[in-house]
């Protein structure tokens, strides 16, 4: 009985590779007076991630050379001298690419699974559906009518975004890579089209789409992409900025949206957040996205890869764009 | 007794020149009914009028090759048929780079001149002044303690921006071109520092007024300023994009803010206006304004130039930054 890890060996330029990280085993640990012993089932990959191990400052410190890398997990307590966790316990929490982690319960909460699989809850009733409900309701509040475009749309946020611009009455422009993403975000997730950026022009399309406009732009990607949505932007138009996926491994510094002027021409407005800034109201969004997903009105997919050892090249599908929603790992 | 006219005769790539303006003279028109003459007694001079004569889709339409150029004026009505002017109104509205000219009334507004030097209606009690007020309060909402860095503070919007700034309580960090503007802008105008671009390090002069970070910028510049104040952003800080004079005379176009993701991080959002859309709201800043010059709280200096046919020369000194406060011409 042991604990495979993942550690961060060396801070990568660019892409990630096998040399970032050290594979480990470590005995399981044993939790202290206060503490629990977690039986990690699922870590969420996440292109944050990406932004976690660079040194350089942010909204959390960067993880540490030799630490074990960051994450968010769910699994089940086997061992507790936690006052509020016991045996048997779902936790959902962030404890780390690995199989066991001893926790204090901070950046972790108790949840019941109500019967659903159980990683459902790093993705649509995790992390990625908060910041997709958050960042779409509460950064540009959509109304009915309005023009809703959503980069990264066949992903773990961007999937959920325009769903809820669906049930909000917006007409919703997905933008995702391949036609087999595409089919999904339209035939799936109930998008009114998809553009193909690996094989249409998306500038092109944008226009044919939204011929008046785009009033609210949900960016996961940066990049020429979020450049084509502001010059389409409307008069007091919103874009949430969630992610700049496109920029995440470059290694000269990510582009500035070259077309940014085109705020001030149509009084629009770019707005960054962290899903983190909601932590008081996560119970809320989980209620709603767990009712919309109950009454049918929000579908997820999540791409389970097995094996902690796996995720040197798993990590990397988030950037290929080689996996289908949430991708998550099973230790 | 002829009318003396700036005309746009070509497009101009990069600066404007000689080349870019036809000096017509032609008679004095007559007004026709429902219609009034003006005699213009200052024009205003404004960075953003580079703007209006690029060939590409804006707030407003580009002024037409051949026709007068677009610009803010104030003067006198000298004949009138229209019921609400009468000779002798002090008229302020949009009637261009020229002595004389026939209006029905339209984008103009009377006022009173309170026994104050009229060019003031095209600074501090006019568009600038405006745009200082809602672009600063209603765009950011400065709170009592914050730390405001404003660009082109020693220009007619950011030298208000900045008092403003003070009244409200902030600590106010100018940034300017040369000594003689950053003695200004703290001895006339009362900004906590000034930051000379010209001659100094603007990234290590941030670093030493905004320890803390910066809660709110206010753009009229763009450019590496941006980029060096959005590095500093603090959580939950508001950019009001206001103007990006360093790029408007660029040939490829403007150069993105590359450190954008700092928004991200920080929770924090770059958004753009017009002063336009603040119409029904312009008596208040007015009256606002009014009661802070009075009181002293508040101040301001134009450059007066004189002749219609200098405008091809002084057009370009607010992009050299040779003038003081705002810029206008006496034709």
């Known amino acids: 009985m042991s604990n495979q890890q993942v550690r961060l060996k060396e801070r990568p330029i660019g892409m990630t590779s096998a040399s970032t990280w ?6 399981i640990p044993e939790p202290g007076p206060g503490e629990f012993l977690c039986k990690i089932e699922y870590i969420s990959l996440d292109p944050a991630m990406r932004g976690w191990i660079n040194d350089v400052r942010s909204y ?3 993880v540490g050379l030799g630490e074990v890398m960051r994450a968010g997990t769910c699994g089940t307590v086997i061992k507790s001298n936690h006052p509020d966790y016991k045996e048997g316990d779902f936790v959902v929490g962030s404890l780390g ?6 926790s204090d319960g901070k950046f972790c909460y108790k949840s019941d699974t109500f019967g659903l699989p159980k990683e459902k809850f790093l993705g649509v009733l ?3 559906g908060f910041t997709a409900y958050f960042g779409l309701l509460d950064i540009t509040n959509p ?3 309005e ?10 946020v961007g999937s959920v975004v325009g769903q809820i611009g669906k049930i909000k009455g917006c007409k919703v422009i997905g933008i995702a890579g391949g036609p087999e993403k595409c089919a999904t975000v339209v035939n799936d997730y109930g998008f009114d089209a998809c553009i193909d950026y690996k094989n249409e022009d998306v500038q092109q ?3 044919e789409h939204c011929p008046k406009g785009i009033d609210i732009y949900f960016d996961n990607v940066g990049g020429e992409i979020l450049d084509y949505c502001l010059a389409r932007i409307r008069f007091k138009g919103r874009i949430s900025l969630c992610g700049a996926i496109s920029q995440y491994n470059s290694e000269t510094g990510p582009v500035g949206p070259k077309n940014y002027l085109s705020l001030l021409v149509n009084s629009a407005k770019l707005e960054g957040f962290i899903v983190m800034n909601y932590q008081d109201r996560y119970m809320e969004a989980a209620k709603q996205l767990g009712e919309w997903m109950m009454s049918g ?4 997919k999540e791409t389970v890869i097995e094996g902690v050892d796996t995720f040197p090249d798993t990590f990397n599908r988030l950037f290929s764009g080689d996996k289908l929603g949430k991708l998550v790992l099973k230790p």
Request: aromatic fraction near 2%; proline fraction near 8%.
């Open 22 to 27: 050290d594979i480990t085993t470590d005995d």
């Open 60 to 62: 959390i410190p960067p």
């Open 97 to 102: 690419v690995q199989q066991y982690a001893v």
């Open 126 to 128: 995790g992390m990625p």
């Open 143 to 145: 109304q009915e009518g």
């Open 147 to 156: 023009t809703l475009v959503v980069s990264g749309a066949a992903g773990a």
């Open 205 to 207: 399309k944008l226009k």
């Open 297 to 300: 009105q929000l579908k997820s």
